[in-house]
């Protein structure tokens, strides 16, 4: 079945360092990929998403690249702020009803 | 506009015991699905339901039934509970199936049973 792997946190960050999160995939066939962030109290939000192969998805200065070759979908961000602090989950989809999520990822940044 | 609300925020209950969750979604929005997130894992797709029938079943026991009222608006039945069940028990609402653009989760209930 479908499953998403991705790195064990917690992340613990300085303001300003660079963030990557792994995230690597098991699919039948050609799934969407999302980033979900949650903070603390609050529901899911979706950072972003990538539906083909190559496609790459952006928001609030985070991104991840949907590499087929590599079953990944990594999310970077070059400069990360204290307001980053969250649990980010990594999740896909290949049917039309469901969403598989990955373990989470806390990250911590400290001014 | 309202997000996804869930109710009740918290609840404790006793193993044996029934409890009911109830989620109202997005105004229009004509999907509910529900998750449940265990404690330090990823959030786990328990039903979804689209124009009051159900399109889709994760896998958990016959114990998790759910239904959606005219309304929209749904809710999840947990039958017999078990210590296992304490979780954050998620919703989450959509204009259609099939997309996931405009889905926005609710809140969340937490669950605690002893």
């Known amino acids: 079945g479908d499953s998403v792997t991705q790195m064990e946190g917690p992340v613990t960050l300085s303001e300003e360092a660079f963030l990557t999160i792994n995230c690597t995939y098991t699919a039948t066939g050609y799934p969407s990929l999302f980033w979900y962030v949650q903070y603390p109290g609050e529901g899911l939000q979706l950072l972003l998403k990538?539906?083909?192969?190559?496609d790459k998805g952006s928001n609030k200065g985070f991104e991840a690249t949907y590499r087929k070759e590599t079953t990944s979908f990594h999310l970077e961000k070059g400069s990360v702020q204290v307001s980053d602090s969250a649990v980010y989950f990594c999740a896909l989809s290949d049917d039309d009803y469901k969403l598989s999520f990955g373990a989470g990822t806390t990250v911590t940044v400290r001014a | 506009d309202a997000g996804v609300t869930q109710s009740p925020t918290h609840l404790i209950k006793t193993r044996g015991q029934h409890v009911t969750l109830r989620c109202s979604p997005i105004s229009g929005h004509k999907s509910v699905s529900w998750y449940q997130q265990v404690l330090g894992q990823g959030p786990q797709f328990i039903f979804q339901?689209?124009?009051?029938?159900?399109?889709g079943r994760g896998n958990f026991p016959d114990r998790f039934s759910a239904r959606q009222f005219p309304n929209y608006s749904s809710e999840l039945n947990v039958n017999a509970l078990l210590l296992g069940d304490s979780a954050l028990y998620l919703c989450?609402?959509?204009?259609?199936?099939?997309?996931?653009?405009?889905?926005?989760f609710g809140s969340g209930t937490r669950l605690t049973v002893v």
């Open positions: 990538a539906t083909k192969a190559d």
């Open positions: 339901y689209y124009e009051k029938e159900e399109r």
């Open positions: 989450a609402s959509s204009l259609f199936t099939g997309t996931f653009n405009d889905y926005t």
